[in-house]
């Protein structure tokens, strides 16, 4: 019997390497732009392997599938799983054949690589072609330039239109402001980074963020006393185009964001202007992606 189990067990990477492939992801538009470069380049790796794009509404704030127009080949499913601060979660009462499963796929499966977490480029190495699903953020993972073409050509197919500034700050807030253990990037500290970027000396600064009403109320009173900068905030609700906006501009801000590293890594991959971002990017895993080994002067860290 014990013999029998275990010959299944062993055939197992060999039935599920005909199963689709399932890419779990937790997260807004940045988190997903990530998901799809992962997925991109797991495609190059298994070209004719089925993946499936499983977005989860769970998370701080709930989360819907935000990418619009992907590939033919890739499948997209939603799963509502998110719970409100108000409401309990479902308990339901497990059967033998359900804690069965559960301790199989927490255990067996991923000894067998059907179950792989991909938060980085070893993890995302690591997966095979019987893998059945995948479950991380994907944002420590250096991206080859076929994945970061595949995806710079997923913005534009999705950008209906395109525009140009010279200075973008991207300031991301949105469940930021709701959270004690994170915050946004501190207003002082934008404005130094600013003072900084080549003339004009006089600088009008196109502001994209998620919360404009919120944006307006942290900066009020401040503006008024910053006599060489002129912030405007761009009336851009397109995802896409918040991104576009991003790579074609002359100079660009970027704060504690998923959209704005992901800017940043397209803009350094297609050698686009400057590009400043916080210094909790400035990471072993991140540095390949955003720093030019011949010439590091893409991206600089404030």
């Known amino acids: 019997m014990l013999k029998d189990k275990k010959g299944f067990l062993l055939t197992l990477p060999a039935r599920f390497a005909n199963w689709p492939m399932q890419v779990h992801v937790w997260g807004g538009f940045g988190s997903q732009l ?104 994907y944002s420590h993972i250096e991206f080859s330039d076929k994945a970061l073409e595949m995806l710079y050509g997923h913005v534009s197919a999705n950008s209906p239109e395109i525009f140009s500034y010279d200075i973008i700050l991207h300031y991301r807030l949105g469940d930021l402001v709701q959270l004690n253990s994170k915050g946004p990037v501190h207003f002082s500290s934008i404005v130094s980074v600013l003072r900084k970027v080549n003339p004009p000396p006089r600088k009008t600064v196109s502001v994209l963020t998620d919360s404009p009403d919120y944006f307006l109320n942290l900066v009020k009173g401040k503006i008024e006393t910053i006599d060489d900068i002129d912030f405007r905030i761009l009336e851009i609700s397109n ?28 803009r350094s991959y297609r050698r686009f202007g400057q590009t400043l971002l916080p210094s909790q990017f400035n990471t072993r895993s991140l540095r390949p992606l955003l720093l030019d080994t011949a010439n590091n002067n893409y991206v600089t860290f404030y």
């Open 34 to 137: 990530f998901a799809l470069a992962t997925i991109f380049e797991l495609h190059s790796r298994f070209p004719r392997k089925s993946i499936s794009f499983i977005q989860h509404s769970s998370g701080v704030t709930k989360r819907t599938f935000s990418l619009g127009a992907c590939p033919n080949w890739l499948e997209i499913r939603e799963i509502d799983d998110f719970v409100h601060d108000n409401q309990e979660a479902p308990k339901l009462i497990p059967t033998f054949s359900s804690l069965y499963l559960k301790r199989f796929l927490k255990g067996g499966a991923r000894k067998l690589g059907l179950v792989k977490s991909c938060n980085n480029t070893d993890e995302l190495q690591k997966i095979a072609i019987w893998t059945w699903q995948v479950r991380g953020h």
């Open 239 to 266: 995802p896409y185009l918040h991104l576009a906006s991003i790579l074609n501009c002359k100079v660009f801000v970027g704060t504690n964001s998923k959209v704005s590293l992901m800017g940043a890594i397209l």
